[in-house]
């Protein structure tokens, strides 16, 4: 027997064996197919029709880029607005803070001074109060002739300490150190001189109108015998 020599048989011809789709529709979206490109000759002035859809169409473009020219204005207004608010809010929060940390402060060391001072002076109160019971107690006449020495001591003793209060608090109070208001004193009241002379009898006035002119009678007298000496010696 001899070997088989014979070609193998060649499978039928397949056309989409040598096509390359990605190519293909590559091609396609850069050229498109004559039939959807639209006929235009090369250099020919627009239409109406043509120059109309441009109007409008550059219309709604303006008109939208108005619209968002007003929105920007408003978001511009609005973020103005919220910055100077908030620039307020921390100056006045700055300001309120200094404030009212000092007047605090103040009010604090004040209210602690005046609560101090009404503590001493209630009692200083006090103390006066006591010495005042104990000096209005004192009375000479329940003193006996035996104990005369030792009551006597005793008040005097008394008036001191109270003294010494009086001008322990005199010091701590300047309020007790001003002196009380002096009443005014009316000054005495002059009879009016045509009331002193109505008051006279006609006695004593015709002696006083006789005893007034008597000095300038004298004068006169006086004068008249001087130049009656001054003519004689001539």
Known sequence: ????????????????????????????????????????????PPTSEELDARVGATHQKLAELRRQQEALEQERTALEEARRRRTEFQVGREEMLQHLTRGVGLLEEAEFTARRDAEQMAKTLGELRDQLTKVQALDEQTWTQEGYQVELTRSLTTLENARMEWNAAQLKWPLLSASPPTPAVSAPSHPDAAEWLASLSWKTALKLGLALPWPLVVVALLGLGVLALAYLGR
Do not use: G, I
């Open 1 to 44: 027997m001899f070997p088989d020599y014979s070609l193998p048989v060649a499978a039928p011809f397949d056309e989409s064996d040598f096509v390359d789709t990605d190519f293909q529709a590559a091609r396609k979206a850069v050229y498109p197919p004559p039939s959807t490109v639209p006929a235009q000759l090369p250099n020919r």
